[in-house]
Structure formats: structure tokens, C-alpha cells
Nanobody, 122 residues
Framework: QVRLVESGGGLVQAGGSLRLSCAASGSIRSTDPMGWYRQAPGKQRELVAT???????NYADSVKGRFTISRDNAKNTVYLQMNSLKPEDTAVYYCNANISRLWTDSPAREYWGQGTQVTVSS
């Protein structure tokens, strides 16, 4: 069974920083890409950033220059360093990974974490 477990959310003042982590566990062959999405109250879930195993990254325009995504391939872990946080960054942040499993011919599919709350006060 594959699981994504997030950590690192919390409450921070505007201008502050938080670091999110997400570890994938289970019978994993590969995780590519890994990324973060977020969903604010009353809004649709949106892409924040993704990173491929080779290091290629993609960011939403709203977070470029403030957030940095990175990963540890050996640990199947993805990180999101969030700096200069704004109240509009308040949301539940979800880890996402496209995972290929060991010992199965099934194609790779998406997995989601349970979400971690990030609240930025003004």
C-alpha cells in the first residue's frame, strides 16, 4: 500500500516562512513527478509547484520567487519551502505524486496526501 504523509503546516504571520514535507512510503518503484496543490475555502484545488526526479520544476505564477520545491529521490520525499507568506496563501496544502508500484504491471497513477493546513495571519 502506498501512502503520502505530509507535515509542517501551521499558523504564521504575513511575511513569515514555513516548510512542508511529504514522504511517500510503500512498495514504490518511482515517484515522478511529485508536487504540491492547495485549496482555499470556497475555491478549487490549484497547482502550487511540481518537481521531476531530474530536477525540473514548475510553479504557479502566484508563488514564483517566494516558494521553492525540492525533493530527495532516495527518500521519496518532496519539500516546499514557503517564504514571504501572504494571507492569500492560506489553504489546505496537499501533496501529490505520480507513483509506479513495485511487483505489479499496473500503470503509474496519482496519489494524494491527507492535506496540511497553512494559515497566514495579516
Amino acid at each position: 500500500q502506498v501512502r503520502l504523509v505530509e507535515s509542517g503546516g501551521g499558523l504564521v504571520q504575513a511575511g513569515g516562512s514555513l516548510r512542508l514535507s511529504c514522504a511517500a512510503s510503500g512498495s514504490i518503484r518511482s515517484t515522478d513527478p511529485m508536487g504540491w496543490y492547495r485549496q482555499a475555502p470556497g475555491k478549487q484545488r490549484e497547482l502550487v509547484a511540481t518537481v521531476h526526479s531530474g530536477g525540473i520544476t514548475n510553479y504557479a505564477d502566484s508563488v514564483k520567487g517566494r516558494f521553492t520545491i525540492s525533493r530527495d529521490n532516495a527518500k521519496n520525499t518532496v519539500y516546499l519551502q514557503m517564504n514571504s507568506l501572504k494571507p492569500e496563501d492560506t489553504a489546505v496544502y496537499y501533496c501529490n505524486a505520480n507513483i509506479s508500484r513495485l511487483w505489479t504491471d499496473s500503470p503509474a497513477r496519482e496519489y494524494w496526501g491527507q492535506g496540511t493546513q497553512v494559515t497566514v495571519s495579516s
